[in-house]
């Protein structure tokens, strides 16, 4: 089953939805400075009113006295690391799993990715591999194809981040392990209210193929 990830909640309607479509793991941004980022209290305030899913804090430079710091004082059970966290650093989040993002560019060589996963996938409990920064759709399979991803999807737990497509999302048949899928959070429309049309039609589907459980 396709287990799903939330990354960068803001608030509680996110945090709602997507508790209630069955996400395993919510993510907070808690870098400051950083467009998405949501204070500590407010991520204490949400995670009260949500049950079911595991926390992770999401970093994108912050140093490991902040990451422990953080994932200590809101009793988180994963950190996740940027792609240019030192691979010798992992050790030292101890007590904490960890996600790998790993970012993907427009030139981005399938052996990159897959020497990173293979040197790290002892230490990190999943990689998320971000194809929204190279504004690619990763069931295209254009940038990654289908035998390569196979083969890392062997490896470990993968999340794929993307900017996912209706119209493409049938392809993930096409790959014998099936990756997590990392959605988004955004902005409300107003408070309390937002329209997740889009990532609706994705899980429905997704349901109806018997390859997503949201009650599982």
Not at 1 to 17: E, N, Q
Not at 87 to 102: C, N
């Amino acid at each position: 089953m396709i287990s799903i990830k939330a990354s960068k909640i803001r608030h509680l309607t996110d945090a709602r939805y997507f508790s209630a479509k069955g996400a395993s793991l919510m993510g907070f941004q808690l870098e400051a400075g950083t467009p998405d980022f949501i204070r500590p209290e407010a991520v204490s305030a949400i995670m009260e009113w949500v049950d079911g899913v595991d926390f992770c804090g999401e970093f994108t430079h912050s140093d490991i006295d902040q990451m422990l710091h953080l994932g200590n004082l809101l009793n988180l059970k994963y950190l996740q690391i940027p792609h240019f966290f030192e691979r010798g650093q992992i050790a030292e989040l101890q007590g904490f799993k960890v996600v790998r993002q790993i970012v993907l560019q427009q030139d981005t060589q399938f052996e990159e990715v897959k020497n990173i996963i293979e040197s790290e996938a002892h230490q990190v409990a999943a990689f998320e591999l971000n194809f929204a920064a190279a504004g690619r759709d990763p069931f295209v399979f254009d940038l990654i194809n289908v035998d390569q991803m196979n083969e890392v999807l062997q490896m470990q737990q993968i999340y794929f981040y993307a900017f996912f497509r209706p119209d493409s999302i049938a392809n993930i048949k096409k790959l014998d392990v099936l990756p997590g899928l990392t959605f988004s959070g955004t902005e409300e429309e107003k408070t309390g209210f937002k329209s997740f049309e889009n990532i609706d039609l994705i899980l429905d589907y997704l349901e109806e193929e018997s390859l997503y459980d949201p009650y599982a």
